[in-house]
């Protein structure tokens, strides 16, 4: 494996600078590493209280990057790798070389309703920042505490509710490029416009509502646009976009009560998004007055989302209880119009129903059983009713009839789970915990975890967790049904749910000196395998291509990290590195892959430095991904094969410089994106894994260096 010097260049400049940083500060203003996390726990305690690996990004984390969306956020970090979508405008994630599918997102431990499910394939830019207080990352099967589809890790949002102040009013507009494209308020670029009002009314009770517009005005890159109407002496300029506008409003309200140790909140979510897709092609129609008039056939897509959570914390027989009821809706639907370029009017408008989720969420446990504080023991429980509808327009499926229909099904799933914390001494502790689901659709299931951590002498703690978790089929391949003369795509309604395993290790030596020198030095392994995967193959070439849903993948990855944290009074580094080896074998009955290891390595590093007498903070984020290797199956020959493919490297770099005004009143965050300018990344395959190249394509990661304008107005008063 070669890491070349562009590579490494850059966190050589990210490092030296935080070197000479060291020279000229004074004071302090980073706090203590030691971060209070909740997911997974028994109870809320600190990191290294825990028995897993947590990784916290804190609400200044946030600010740094001045980020829009989660993805802006989770860009960032190792192991985990954001996969956008220029054409639906969506951006999920993978974990650890799993997509979205294994990894569950979470706001304040409540997974959120996505198209296919709940918590999984999240699309990361609908996501609001506004009210977020952390972000909780917890690697490796978690599928004991939280269920199916949990099997390479979770992402907790934890949200706000209190604040320090009788009232705090926050109002942010933010100005940002898309690329080189930019206008200001309107036509190009993006626009953003938050309010957030907070009031402790007494000292029981909290409200708080907020609200955000996202305008992102698309991106055209090579292409003409709206009001393009394509150029015949070019036929390589087309009309649309690389990149479709769309427009997102966000609003939530939070309601708090709290005395002695009962807690009650409830939270409301509103979304609201609109989608422009621009066809390409132009047409021409000519009118009854000899007029020819240029048209395209666009789309407009439409998605609104409810989310709807009460909590309830406090103290019941002496027991210490913690319960949730979350009712979700997402509804998308879809409008066809031709759209006159010339006269810049649509006609012939359409609107239907394109997809619809509805989903009533449970879960609760009781804990404290025991007093005497050298264990814990943890039972609980959680229901999931999903009430899920497709239309034809977004795919077609196959219904009872074996036809193509519209799609409207219900999955259920019942519960229970328990986990322990035994502290066999002061430094050594065990926490094992189990899960059994009863499915509506599949067999039962079951999920299992053990989990060790012991202190060592000198500052070094060591962890070690055993996880088996599962994920369950969602509704594309269990019921993906589309037939022409050339193809036969069908989803299998017989598919059995996955299980994973995992095994996990590693080694925190925290160190702290007189001089206010912190360190955090972490080396990490893992070992992750997931039987029965589920995989879209060809199964079949007369009289045409057939494709099918089946259970016929082994996966088998294992991962080594090391990551390095820094504070030292104005100045905060971490630095880390990752390597991954990943095997798929996959069996179709016409082809075999190849189950050897492929190994990629990701880099990242990040350096923050405040200027006191300036009252500025100055930050920079690199991030390097290296070249991916995996086999994939060749549907254009007529003896199918699995044949290597490499996605060539890339890398990810942010900065930013935050400054204050009037006793931090206001806020002033200006900084780049992407300033490598990275657009598309090269795609190869090599033909039965010789050198040479069979083919290539452009896969587009992003839009080019951008820039942005961000002023924030706190008005904090008692």
């Known amino acids: 494996m070669r890491i070349s010097i562009r590579a490494i260049l850059p966190a050589f400049i990210l490092l030296y600078t935080g070197v000479k940083a060291q020279e000229t500060q004074h004071d302090t203003i980073f706090t203590e590493m030691d971060e ?66 294994y990894l569950k997102i979470l706001v304040d431990n409540v997974p959120l309703v996505s198209d296919t499910g709940l918590g999984n394939n999240i699309d990361l830019t609908q996501i609001n920042l506004d009210d977020i207080q952390q972000i909780e990352i917890i690697e490796g099967s978690m599928g004991v505490t939280h269920g199916a589809n949990a099997v390479s890790g979770i992402i907790n949002i934890i949200t706000k509710k209190s604040t320090r102040n009788k009232w705090e009013i926050t109002a942010t507009v933010q100005e940002e490029s898309v690329g080189d494209e930019y206008a200001p308020l309107y036509d190009e670029g993006r626009h953003i416009q938050s309010l957030r009002i907070a009031h402790s009314i007494n000292k029981n009770w909290f409200v708080a509502v907020g609200g955000n517009r996202n305008d992102f005005e698309g991106y055209k890159g090579e292409f003409g646009g709206k009001e393009f109407t394509n150029n015949p002496n070019d036929p390589g300029q087309l009309r649309g976009y690389s990149w479709q506008p769309k427009e997102q409003y966000f609003g939530n309200a939070l309601v708090r009560y709290q005395k002695n140790n009962t807690r009650i909140f409830y939270k409301f979510d509103y979304f609201d998004e609109k989608i422009d897709s621009y066809n390409r092609i132009v047409n021409n129609e000519r009118q009854t007055d000899g007029r020819e008039l240029r048209y395209s056939n666009d789309r407009r897509y439409f998605t609104n989302k409810l989310y709807n959570h009460l909590n309830a914390v406090g103290k019941l027989l002496g027991l210490d209880y913690n319960a949730s009821v979350s009712y979700q809706k997402q509804q998308r639907d879809v409008e066809d119009f031709r759209y006159y370029i010339q006269l810049d009017a649509e006609r012939g408008n359409e609107k239907e129903p394109y997809q619809e989720t509805e989903v009533l969420y449970s ?239 990701q880099f ?16 920079v984020y690199y991030k390097h991904n290296g070249k991916v290797k995996q086999y994939i199956q060749e549907n254009t020959l007529d003896n199918p094969e699995f044949v290597l493919s490499e996605v060539e490297s890339f890398g990810l770099m942010d900065a930013s410089v935050r400054k204050d005004f009037f006793k931090n009143k206001l806020s002033l965050t200006v900084g780049a994106r992407n300033l490598l300018d990275v657009v598309s990344i090269r795609s190869s395959q090599a033909t039965g894994g010789d050198a040479h190249s069979a083919g290539t394509t452009n896969i587009l990661m992003g839009y080019g260096r951008s820039y942005f304008m961000k002023l924030t107005y706190n008005l904090n008063f008692n």
């Open 36 to 101: 209070l996390v909740v997911t997974g726990q028994i109870e809320p305690q600190s990191i290294k209280k825990s028995v897993f690996n947590v990784q916290v990004i804190t609400e200044e984390d946030i600010k740094r990057q001045a980020a829009n969306n989660m993805a802006d956020v989770l860009n960032q970090y190792l192991n985990i790798t954001v996969q956008p979508s220029s054409g639906e405008g969506r951006s999920t994630v993978s974990m650890f070389g799993l997509d979205g599918q």
């Open 363 to 601: 879960t609760g446990t009781l804990s404290n059983f025991f007093k005497t504080g050298k264990a814990d023991l943890q039972l609980g429980y959680e229901f999931v009713n999903t009430n899920g509808y497709s239309s034809s327009l977004s795919g077609n499926f196959n219904g009872e009839d074996q036809e193509a229909v519209n799609l409207k099904k219900r999955l259920e799933n019942y519960d229970f789970f328990t986990a322990a914390e035994i502290k066999v001494t002061d430094k050594f502790s065990v926490r094992p915990g189990f899960r059994y689901s009863f499915q509506s659709k599949f067999e039962d299931q079951w999920a299992a975890s053990m989990g060790l951590r012991q202190i060592l002498s000198n500052g070094f703690e060591a962890r070690l967790s055993y996880g088996r978790s599962y994920r369950t089929p969602n509704y594309d391949e269990l019921y993906t049904y589309f037939v022409d003369v050339n193809h036969n795509v069908q989803g299998n309604p017989d598919l059995t749910p996955e299980s994973g395993h995992s095994v996990e290790g590693s080694i925190k030596k925290f160190t702290y000196f007189e001089s206010g020198l912190h360190m955090k030095n972490t080396l990490g392994a893992n070992y992750n395998t997931v039987d029965d995967r589920i995989e879209d193959v060809i199964v079949a070439f007369n009289p045409q291509l057939t494709t099918r849903y089946i259970n016929i993948n082994s996966y088998k990855r294992w991962t080594v990290t090391t990551t390095h944290d820094v504070m030292y009074k104005n100045l905060k580094a971490k630095a880390g590195v990752s390597v991954m080896g990943i095997s798929r074998a996959i069996d179709s009955g016409l082809a075999q892959s190849d189950d050897d290891f492929l190994v990629n390595y």
């Open 604 to 619: 990242n590093a990040n350096v923050a430095y405040n200027v006191p007498k300036w009252n500025t903070l100055f930050s």
